[in-house]
């Protein structure tokens, strides 16, 4: 290596199917499947995100009831990611809170609400409810540069939805 990090990339698009059409057809392929923090200040690529193994939940204790845990809300944006006749985009996106607190290794998530906006990621749709202005911004941003032909090959919907930040 020439001494640089090397950027966190979302899951590379393939033309495979990794089913055959009849017994488990049902099976989800995560292969296109990418997923980050956004909070106020940052967006970041955290791929331990997709099975709850990220930078920020290592070592937390999580609980179901919000009202416990007095921390700081991040996002987990969880983005599918296709190919159309112009290329690569951004093709499904959904959101969900989490809360962390560092210093007492507590966190609240609903587990469910993660599990089911994957599913609309994986889905083709976009679920960017509840999101602050902000957050949105940062969410945008990031999108657009980590690759720019991605977002032009977007859905208006997405850039609709992340416009109405401002």
């Known amino acids: 290596m020439d001494g640089k990090t090397q950027k966190p990339q979302f899951q590379i ?19 296109n499947l990418s997923a980050l923090w956004v909070n106020k200040e940052q967006a970041k690529i955290d791929l331990g995100l997709i099975h709850a ?15 416990e845990v007095e921390g700081d809300l991040y996002w987990v944006v969880w983005i599918a990611v296709d190919r159309n006749e112009q290329g690569p985009y951004y093709a499904g996106v959904a959101a969900c809170p989490m809360v962390v607190n560092k210093e007492t290794r507590r966190g609240w998530k609903n587990l469910a609400l993660h599990v089911n906006r994957m599913d609309d990621a994986l889905k083709r749709k976009i679920r960017l409810d509840d ?23 977007s859905s208006d919907e997405l850039k609709q939805l992340l416009e109405a930040s401002k």
Not at 18 to 29: D, E, F, I, S
Not at 132 to 139: A, C, G, V
Not at 144 to 153: G, L, P, Q, R, T
């Open 13 to 31: 698009v393939t033309g495979k199917s990794t089913t055959h059409g009849a017994y488990h057809t049902g099976v989800l392929n995560l292969s």
């Open 53 to 67: 193994k990220s930078a920020l939940e290592r070592g937390v204790k999580f609980t179901a009831n919000r009202d």
């Open 131 to 153: 999101m602050e202005p902000q957050e949105r911004e940062q969410l945008k941003s990031f999108l657009m540069k980590h690759d720019v032909a991605m977002w032009e090959n």
